[in-house]
């Protein structure tokens, strides 16, 4: 079973993807320079080179600068991730998702799991969903199974109800953070400046993990009666029923 993880940013990998790191064959990084801070892309570079993980892979591809620039009130999706409330910010948006397929393809041929984002970007980042767009139209190339975890927040929240009211997994995982080494990798990011959430942050004892396999979507399951982590006060959910759309 090859496993890889796929994440945007350098600090993801161990705020959303913890605890598929040690059995994972490779982990790529995928975005680079933050948009609008150049002096940020070199110290970026020395954190992720002094992370120690085996078989790692920084893309290092420039940020959009789309943030910002999202209607999360009534987000539309489109083919690249999501609709961007400028032209500029669309362009470069929708630049990133054509090198990211080109730049993953060769990384994810051969490969059984692709841990990744999930469909609505955990806290709410149009970057985390165009990646989990991007291992979509490459699944259905490569084949391998699509794996994503139960993070949310109040700004993603509406718009994972709205996913979640269709068919979304195949399995269920419970899995536990790898609190020890996130810690870890968290120390170096926080040494170089380039650690983008809260000081504070605390890991939960479990996770749930979403696998999507390739092929009919005949058995899979919404995510009604499902338990979110909310990220931002790092508490679950109370369980709800899913809007349906």
Known sequence: MRRVV???HPDDEILWMSSALRAADKVV???GAPYGKPEKAAARARAVAALGLPNLVNLAIPESGTRLLVNWD???MTP???AINDAAGQARYDANFATLRE?????????????????WGEYGHPEHIQLYRVAETLQKELGFTIVFSNYVAPLSWLLARRLGAAPLFAEKRRAVPDMRLARRLRGIYLRHRVWTWSVFHAWPATETLYAQPPGER?????LEGE?????????????????RV
């Open 227 to 243: 338990a979110l982590v909310d990220v931002t006060r790092l508490r679950w959910w109370k369980r709800v029923g899913v809007a």
């Open 218 to 222: 005949e058995c899979w399951q919404s």
């Open 74 to 76: 009534d987000a539309e």
């Open 29 to 31: 990084l995928c975005y």
């Open 80 to 82: 690249t991730g999501m």
């Open 6 to 8: 796929v994440a945007a």
């Open 103 to 119: 730049r993953l393809r060769p990384l994810l041929t051969g490969v059984d799991e692709v841990f990744t984002h999930n469909p």
